[in-house]
């Protein structure tokens, strides 16, 4: 079992910027992809970014430019930096590990609101 603790998420204005962090803790296999999605209210989930245990990255293509991942495999710790806030970034932020070892196990927080103010 894996245990996801978010922190840093807030009210900034537009422009502006936040740090999420995602410490884990638990059982995560030496092949895994930790990351963060999004929901906005009357939205679907998606994708954020990610970043797999062998430092390749993917991101939305609405975030690109503006959001950087990154990960403390020592502490076992997910971070997204995000600048250059925009409204339309508000939602609530989700960490997400996945992780492979016969089958895949997915995991995921209990979401961290970030509110963009105009």
């Known amino acids: 079992q894996v245990q996801l603790v978010e922190s840093g998420g807030g009210l900034v204005q537009a422009g502006g910027s936040l740090r999420l962090s995602c410490a884990a803790s638990?059982?995560?296999?030496?092949?895994?992809?930790m990351g963060w999605y999004r929901q906005a209210p009357g939205k679907q989930r998606e994708l954020v970014a990610t970043?797999?245990?062998?430092?390749?990255?993917n991101y939305a293509d609405s975030v690109k430019g503006r959001f950087t991942i990154s990960r403390d495999n020592a502490k076992n710790t997910v971070y997204l930096q995000m600048d250059s806030l925009k409204p339309e970034d508000t939602a609530v932020y989700y960490c997400?590990?996945?992780?492979?070892?016969?089958?895949?196990?997915?995991?995921w927080g209990q979401g961290i609101q970030v509110t963009v103010s105009s």
């Open positions: 997400n590990v996945q992780t492979w070892l016969f089958r895949k196990y997915d995991y």
């Open positions: 638990g059982s995560i296999f030496s092949t895994n992809t």
């Open positions: 970043m797999t245990s062998g430092s390749s990255t």
